[in-house]
């Protein structure tokens, strides 16, 4: 009999959801869109129930693009990847939200981040956290709600209030209840976790006047976390068995288990992991140090930067400006050209993230003539987002004293050849790009099939990996002279200065 493996990617703009086997030949796919709300400038909310509503409908869409009858015993595995700092309250007599969930690029909490920052306190949470004072993070938006929302601090205290990043939300409905959970990856994203102590941190917690009473239990990422239970099109007692935060997970589903080894995740945002191993590399250069997951007793760290705008920039050429009709449309643009006309795009639409954290920048385009085009600025904007990887590695090479011999890429973005290419000549690295670029549902399905003993290791898993031909499709080899990178470095960082 077949054994399934569901994986559920919950994002940013909608929810995915692919049903692996176990020889993770993909089996069916389905995916949802969900409504982006912005109440007021640097403000982004979604609504609890539309993100849950998409994950059942792309999970019906999914198992029945299996095309079979799935039963209980088949399904032997659900895991769960996730928008990370994604902030969510509600009731837990039923479930029901007390807010809107204040989204990971919300910038509402900017001045409290900076309050704290004049109290001296971000050096507290940067040891503690390996994570830096930024409104990216969800300590300061739980915070937030907790003084905004009436009563809610009251009710929380009383032990009446769940807080869960969106996992935790997720493994609540998909349990019925039963379980209010999350994994170390995701806890790491809080501001409230001692990464050191591997708990929640009780002079944190006190700092941003927090109840423990609302946190949820952490777990390592691949064990089994609770049952299905009264989740339309899905069985009962299916166990979720895998959690990761997204990023973490394509870290995972990229098969980086090596000291060393790095991808970059183009999505909505951008973000660069190198896996460090059991050491915690504290930054000195604007990074992040975050937990990758965590196996049984054995915790692997990482080193991440963070940008909050890739992918989404060329969702502004398409909604804002209409200068595309589809995200695919931007390549063939780009290429109309031989270089972008001296145009320089700083992606800082939702401020600027590692290695600046400058939560009050604002996107810049420099250079225009009056012989710019749009397919000028359509390339400026594809070498915007590769300028701001090359930030990224240099100062991620620098903290961790490792030279990067290849980058990993996956997301949506990944796709883009000329965006690739850049990306390899304006690093002088190689890029390697997999078959499977959904690599946080495929690092979900991993840890979820370890989770449920499918496969006993990660050296398991990396075997399936790579007999599923899910390694490496095509590289992109660097060409570029180095007085062009240079140029094209000098021109992005004048252009960030004006940000």
Same mark, same amino acid.
């Given at each position: 009999?077949?054994?399934?493996?569901?994986?559920?990617?919950?994002?940013?703009?909608?929810?995915?959801?692919?049903?692996?086997?176990?020889?993770?030949?993909?089996?069916?796919?389905?995916?949802?869109?969900?409504?982006?709300?912005?109440?007021?400038?640097?403000?982004? @909310?979604?609504?609890?129930?539309?993100?849950?509503?998409?994950?059942?409908?792309?999970?019906?869409? !999914?198992?029945?693009?299996?095309?079979?009858?799935?039963?209980?015993?088949?399904?032997?595995?659900?895991?769960?990847?996730?928008?990370?700092?994604?902030?969510?309250?509600?009731?837990?007599?039923?479930?029901?939200?007390?807010?809107?969930?204040?989204?990971?690029?919300?910038?509402?909490?900017?001045?409290?981040?900076?309050?704290?920052?004049?109290?001296?306190?971000?050096?507290?949470?940067?040891?503690?956290?390996?994570?830096?004072?930024?409104?990216?993070?969800?300590?300061?938006?739980?915070?937030?709600?907790?003084?905004?929302?009436?009563?809610?601090?009251?009710?929380?205290?009383?032990?009446?209030?769940?807080?869960?990043?969106?996992?935790?939300?997720?493994?609540?409905?998909?349990?019925?209840?039963?379980?209010?959970?999350?994994?170390?990856?995701?806890?790491?994203?809080?501001?409230?976790?001692?990464?050191?102590?591997?708990?929640?941190?009780?002079?944190?917690?006190?700092? /941003?006047?927090?109840?423990?009473?609302?946190?949820?239990?952490?777990?390592?990422?691949? @064990?089994?976390?609770?049952?299905?239970?009264?989740?339309?099109?899905?069985?009962?007692?299916?166990?979720?068995?895998?959690?990761?935060?997204?990023?973490?997970? !394509?870290?995972?589903?990229? *098969?980086?288990?090596?000291?060393?080894?790095?991808?970059?995740?183009?999505?909505?945002?951008?973000?660069?992991?190198?896996?460090?191993?059991?050491?915690?590399? !504290?930054?000195?250069?604007?990074? =992040?140090?975050?937990?990758?997951?965590?196996?049984?007793?054995?915790?692997?760290?990482?080193? @991440?930067?963070?940008?909050?705008?890739?992918?989404?920039?060329?969702?502004?050429?398409?909604?804002?400006?209409? /200068?595309?009709?589809?995200?695919?449309?931007?390549?063939?643009? *780009?290429?109309?050209?031989?270089?972008?006309?001296?145009?320089?795009?700083?992606?800082?639409?939702?401020?600027?993230? !590692?290695?600046?954290?400058?939560?009050?920048?604002?996107?810049?385009?420099?250079? =225009?003539?009056?012989?710019?085009?749009?397919?000028?600025?359509?390339?400026?904007?594809?070498?915007?987002?590769? =300028?701001?990887?090359?930030?990224?590695?240099?100062?991620?090479?620098?903290?961790?004293?490792?030279?990067?011999?290849?980058?990993?890429?996956?997301?949506?973005?990944?796709?883009?050849? =000329?965006?690739?290419?850049?990306?390899?000549?304006?690093?002088?690295?190689?890029?390697?790009?997999?078959?499977?670029?959904?690599?946080?549902?495929?690092?979900?399905?991993? /840890?979820?099939?370890?989770?449920?003993?499918?496969?006993?290791?990660?050296?398991?898993?990396?075997?399936?990996?790579?007999?599923?031909?899910?390694?490496?499709?095509?590289?992109?080899?660097?060409?570029?002279?180095?007085?062009?990178?240079?140029?094209?470095?000098?021109?992005?960082?004048?252009?960030?200065?004006?940000?």
């Amino acid at each position: 009999m077949s054994r399934f493996i569901v994986a559920i990617d919950q994002g940013t703009t909608g929810s995915t959801v692919l049903v692996f086997d176990d020889k993770l030949a993909l089996r069916g796919r389905g995916y949802r869109e969900f409504n982006q709300h912005f109440p007021k400038p640097g403000w982004v @909310e979604h609504d609890p129930e539309e993100i849950w509503t998409s994950v059942q409908g792309a999970l019906a869409d !999914a198992i029945h693009g299996a095309g079979t009858t799935v039963e209980p015993a088949q399904i032997a595995a659900l895991g769960i990847t996730n928008q990370r700092e994604t902030t969510i309250v509600w009731e837990r007599a039923t479930g029901k939200p007390l807010h809107r969930a204040i989204v990971w690029q919300d910038r509402r909490t900017a001045d409290a981040c900076a309050k704290l920052k004049a109290e001296g306190a971000e050096r507290e949470f940067q040891e503690r956290t390996g994570l830096v004072l930024d409104p990216y993070f969800s300590g300061t938006k739980l915070a937030w709600l907790l003084d905004h929302v009436d009563g809610l601090r009251a009710r929380a205290e009383r032990g009446e209030v769940c807080f869960g990043t969106v996992d935790s939300y997720l493994v609540w409905r998909l349990t019925g209840g039963r379980a209010h959970v999350t994994d170390v990856s995701n806890a790491s994203r809080t501001l409230l976790y001692d990464l050191h102590e591997m708990r929640w941190s009780p002079q944190l917690l006190e700092k /941003l006047r927090v109840p423990r009473a609302m946190l949820p239990e952490v777990r390592p990422s691949a @064990e089994i976390f609770g049952q299905t239970q009264g989740v339309p099109g899905l069985p009962d007692g299916v166990p979720v068995a895998g959690i990761a935060g997204d990023q973490q997970a !394509a870290l995972f589903g990229q *098969a980086c288990f090596q000291v060393g080894e790095a991808k970059c995740t183009y999505g909505t945002g951008a973000f660069l992991l190198m896996n460090t191993g059991d050491r915690a590399v !504290a930054s000195k250069s604007g990074l =992040l140090t975050t937990i990758a997951w965590q196996i049984g007793r054995d915790v692997s760290y990482a080193l @991440e930067g963070s940008t909050f705008v890739a992918g989404a920039m060329v969702q502004w050429l398409r909604d804002g400006l209409g /200068l595309i009709q589809t995200a695919r449309e931007v390549e063939d643009l *780009a290429r109309s050209v031989p270089d972008s006309g001296g145009v320089v795009a700083v992606p800082a639409l939702a401020g600027l993230g !590692a290695p600046f954290w400058r939560p009050e920048a604002r996107g810049v385009i420099t250079g =225009l003539t009056r012989g710019t085009t749009k397919a000028h600025l359509a390339r400026a904007v594809l070498e915007g987002i590769a =300028l701001q990887i090359a930030e990224l590695l240099g100062a991620m090479q620098s903290d961790s004293g490792l030279t990067l011999a290849a980058l990993k890429v996956d997301g949506g973005a990944a796709a883009n050849d =000329l965006l690739m290419q850049f990306q390899a000549d304006i690093l002088s690295v190689e890029i390697v790009r997999p078959q499977m670029v959904e690599a946080t549902a495929l690092g979900a399905a991993l /840890l979820g099939g370890i989770g449920a003993g499918i496969w006993k290791s990660t050296a398991d898993a990396a075997k399936a990996w790579q007999s599923a031909g899910s390694g490496e499709v095509r590289r992109f080899t660097p060409a570029m002279p180095r007085t062009e990178i240079d140029a094209h470095l000098r021109r992005w960082r004048d252009a960030v200065e004006k940000a």
